[in-house]
């Protein structure tokens, strides 16, 4: 039992020393409640942002495959962005799709920016012409009406399905099927509407989607050399995600024989899966999120100077009582780790109450914001650790300091 209490008895009077100033001590951990909780809180919104966007591009299916003309070498010996070439045809889809077993469905794409015009109303959108393979690859669903048809396709009817966004600002409220629609030079008659996705990137909820052979009849589509129709992009379900690295070595050998590139030369196209995208969003978000974190940390150093600074204030007001303690046969480390505590005690306070403030500021932005929130263990653990390891940091020197003050000359002390 005595052991015990030797073992309590620094705590003890840390515990003493830290609550006979009580506001000193709750003004002294206000640097770290402010720096705490601003880590939760930015960190929990980089987080939020992070679950969210990754959320949505799973939507569209891990499976998803994509391949964009382009990292074609320029004049000049410049290589040119994904999709600023004009190297993928509507040949090219075909042949994937005949040749390579691992796909479930292969969807060409021919899509330009065009003008909307509904009654009274009119927007930009980005009008796609596609196959009916189109809903199988991106996981849509209708809401209302349904996707048009092989037969659509291969007659090229004048057709066309909305999605949810453009669908809203043409017809607000009113049931657009059967509608007629004006695309550039050509009416369509609405046949449906997608079910929402959501807003990431390259949404299909601010598309128009018609058969890609009535595309053709709204813009003209170029040809190649060869005569063949140029098209924006091909996208593609993979059978196995297992096999995807499969898929993609097939596609790009198949695609270099096809446009008859020699081995030195780059290829004139790019293959870009889901998972890969979702894995470089998910980097950068962990590198924001950590940037955002550093930043409001640094209020964290400037309440760690404050603990520093009342540790000092606190080993001057007691020189005296040290020098009895140490009279009295208090060894300089019985000190030296009575004042480390203290200066422990105050940053973990600090710690505590700048989780809590930092859950409810999270909370609150999750609640009555746009930006969702996730407050996670890990960052709880983390600004608490960093928290307490500052107010140890930062309060050694006072504590070192007291440890070595000379019994006699501390008696002296008034």
Known sequence: MKKYKKLLR????????????KLRSLLTILGIVIGVSAVIALMSIGKGAEADIL???????????????????????????AGSSTTLTMEDAIAIADKTDLVSSVTPIFSRSLQLIAGSQN???????????????????????TFFSDYDFQRGTRVAVLGSTVAQT???????????????????????VLASKGSVSGSPDNMVFIPLSAMQQAVAQ??????????????????DLNSADIVVQEITDLLRTRHRLIQSAANDFTVTSMQEVASTVSDTMATTTMLL??????????????????????????????????????KDSDIWIQFLIESAFLSLAGGIIGVMLGWGVAFGVSSFGSVHTLVSADIVTLAVSVSVGIGLFFGFYPAWQASRLNPIEALRHE
């Open 10 to 21: 620094p705590f003890a009077n840390s515990w003493g020393g830290v609550t006979s100033h």
């Open 55 to 81: 959320a949505r591009i799973q939507t569209l299916g891990p499976d998803l495959m994509m391949i964009t003309p382009g990292s074609s070498m320029g004049a000049g010996g410049v290589r040119g962005a």
């Open 123 to 145: 927007m930009n959108a980005q009008v796609v012409g596609t196959t009916p393979a189109y809903m199988q690859t991106y996981n849509l669903n209708t809401t209302s009406g």
């Open 170 to 192: 043409l017809y607000s409220n009113s049931d657009p099927l059967g509608t007629d629609l004006r695309l550039g030079t050509i009416i369509v008659r609405v046949i449906g």
């Open 222 to 239: 170029q040809r190649t050399a060869r005569g063949e129709q140029v098209i924006s992009s091909i996208s593609l379900k993979v059978i």
């Open 293 to 330: 974190g550093a930043i409001a940390a640094i209020s964290l150093l400037v309440g760690g100077i404050g603990v520093m600074n009342i540790m000092l204030v606190s080993v001057l007001e007691r020189t005296r009582e040290i020098g009895i303690r140490k009279a009295l046969g208090a």
